[in-house]
């Protein structure tokens, strides 16, 4: 069955940059985009980009370009998200989900990320 | 990119039937949706995909209270024989080069 399993939470000052990973199980890894989705308290749904764990390319939402990375290691079957310069308003519950053609099909438990100093 | 239109809340008495809408900005009638119902304190989980056309297939597990249809640049997806694990906040999702989210409507159960 598929899984995409995350880090556990981490606390971070402000300023500092923290890097998620996402695990993948039960399919072909290099066949589905990865997509990251935030989700701050009591808000919903922010999407923050995507990467293509078969090319590498990767597509990031304009709000995030130059303070995140998304990588991936298909040796492991897993991708990760660097997000830096980090911020109070970065406190969020951060997601991976699986994208076979478009449409998010799976996701991640998520992975909470507190930015407090 | 389409714009996803949700109302914030909706509500439903145990064992009713509720409709939920989304609805897709001016020139992406056609779009394709996806539902997503997330419960308090979880993740995420995909319910269907839905076509423009009504045509809607869900995901692994997903009961069949739930169905989706189509009206228009309106996607809904109704829920038979409410559940109290039913109330959970849905957003719907689409896709035109990157996703989209809507807002979320949360449901609460009677």
């Known amino acids: 069955q598929v899984q995409l399993v995350q880090s556990g939470a981490e606390v971070k000052k402000p300023g500092a940059s923290v890097k998620v990973s996402c695990k993948a199980s039960?399919?072909?890894?290099?066949?589905?985009?990865i997509h990251w989705v935030r989700q701050a308290p009591g808000q919903g749904l922010e999407w923050m980009g995507w990467?293509?764990?078969?090319?590498?390319?990767?597509n990031y939402a304009q709000k995030f370009q130059g303070r995140v990375t998304m990588t991936r290691d298909t040796s492991i079957s897993t991708a990760y998200m660097e997000l830096n310069g980090l911020r109070t308003d970065d406190t969020a519950v951060y997601y991976c989900a699986r994208v076979p053609s478009v449409i998010t099909d799976y996701w991640g438990p998520g992975t909470l990320v507190t930015v407090s100093s | 990119q389409p714009v996803l239109t949700q109302p914030s809340s909706a509500s439903a008495s145990l064992g009713s039937s509720v409709k939920l809408t989304c609805t897709l900005s001016s020139g992406h009638s056609s779009y394709i949706i996806a539902w997503h119902q997330q419960q308090p304190g979880k993740a995420p989980r995909y319910l269907m995909r839905l076509e423009g056309s009504g045509t809607y297939n869900k995901g692994s597990g997903v009961p069949d209270r739930f169905s989706g249809s189509s009206s228009g640049a309106a996607r809904h997806l109704t829920i038979s024989n409410v559940q109290s694990d039913d109330e959970a906040d849905y957003y719907c999702e689409s896709w035109d080069q990157n996703p989209s989210f809507g807002g979320g409507t949360k449901l609460t159960v009677l």
């Open positions: 990467i293509n764990p078969n090319s590498s390319d990767t």
């Open positions: 039960g399919y072909t890894f290099t066949d589905c985009w």
